[in-house]
């Protein structure tokens, strides 16, 4: 279900204008069109601590959809918006069927930071902690990086690894842990 706790948020007065809903052909008015349908998606996800959008159930999503005017932005207008986010390093698709985007209210490289300074200040250098452990795990309940999903996880942790500051470890079969120096 795509956000059916949705979380209060601020939504921007275009999202109640028709117009906004319809990619604009003036290039300066698109441009700002753009930029404001940027900032409503990562203030959208990150409210709702979404980390995946799926271009076949955004026409539903809230963020698309707005029921109340009756307007929803077509998979031209959302294909556009992902390609904008992407241009600006916020976005990028998570298969090569382009059907899933990641978006990145944080980029892999600052949920590295936010993970590494956890495990700093937590006593976890050189010890290793597994994937369920960061993203699942009671000692990270109250982290911005808890229920983080595994793919960004593991985009982050590549992100530390490429650093030094980290190493990523097969524990066995199915079970991936890090390493954190």
């Not at 003036?26 to 601590?49: F, G, I, P, S």
């Not at 090569?96 to 936010?114: A, D, I, R």
């Not at 990523?168 to 890090?178: A, H, K, M, S």
């Amino acid at each position: 279900a795509l956000n059916a706790n949705l979380r209060s948020m601020e939504w921007p007065w275009q999202y109640n204008f028709p117009p906004f809903f319809t990619l604009q052909p003036n290039e300066d008015t698109r441009n700002k069109q753009l930029e404001a349908w940027r900032n409503l998606a990562l203030e959208y996800c990150k409210a709702n601590k979404q980390f995946i959008l799926d271009i076949n159930e955004a026409y539903s999503c809230p963020l698309f959809n707005n029921k109340s005017i009756n307007r929803k932005l077509s998979e031209e207008g959302i294909r556009t918006v992902v390609e904008s986010l992407r241009d600006r390093k916020a976005a990028n698709w998570v298969d090569t069927q382009k059907s899933k985007f990641y978006v990145f209210w944080h980029t892999p490289e600052e949920w590295g930071n936010l993970i590494y300074n956890w495990a700093n200040a937590n006593g976890m250098m050189n010890s290793v902690c597994t994937f369920f452990e960061l993203s699942q795990g009671e000692d990270t309940a109250n982290e911005e990086f808890h229920n983080l999903d595994e793919g960004l996880l593991l985009l982050a942790l590549k992100s530390l690894e490429s650093k030094r500051k980290a190493e990523i470890i097969q524990l066995d079969e199915e079970t991936q842990g890090v390493k954190f120096f």
